[in-house]
């Protein structure tokens, strides 16, 4: 149970951040990343993959600092994969382009996030 409420406490942070980082960059570049969005710069749509792998390498911290196991960073990235509200916030509003590097940074933010909850304790996380 503890490795399920791990799970869903990262997703809801990566869901979270992700959805105030679009509405803040909505804000600030009077557009989003939506489909023709013709007033999107390089640099904003940086912006916000940069900001999407921020929040993934937080929500992963989080679950694996509330249980740090295997399981909890599976569960993490597939329910980001398949769930997360931010990505399907993205997945429906962006382009294709950037809907494909968005998935393919799930994996190695959540690997880097756990790196980074279970750094200084070596053996935190048993990967055999």
Known sequence: M??????VAGLAVTGLMI?????IVGRLTDTTVVPGYPG?????VILTLLWT??????GAVLAVRI??????VAGFV??????????????WHAQ???????????????????????H?????ISWG
């Open 120 to 124: 200084g304790k070596p053996g935190a």
């Open 78 to 91: 597939v329910g980001e994969l398949f769930f997360g509200a931010g990505l399907l916030h993205q997945f």
């Open 19 to 23: 959805l105030c980082g679009d509405w």
């Open 67 to 72: 249980k740090p196991t295997r399981e909890t």
């Open 2 to 7: 503890r490795t399920a409420y791990a799970v």
């Open 40 to 44: 999107a710069s390089r640099q904003t």
């Open 96 to 118: 294709t382009w950037f809907n494909f590097l968005a998935l393919l940074i799930v994996i190695p933010a959540a690997l880097l996030g756990t790196w980074l909850a279970s």
């Open 53 to 58: 792998s921020l929040s993934l390498i937080v």
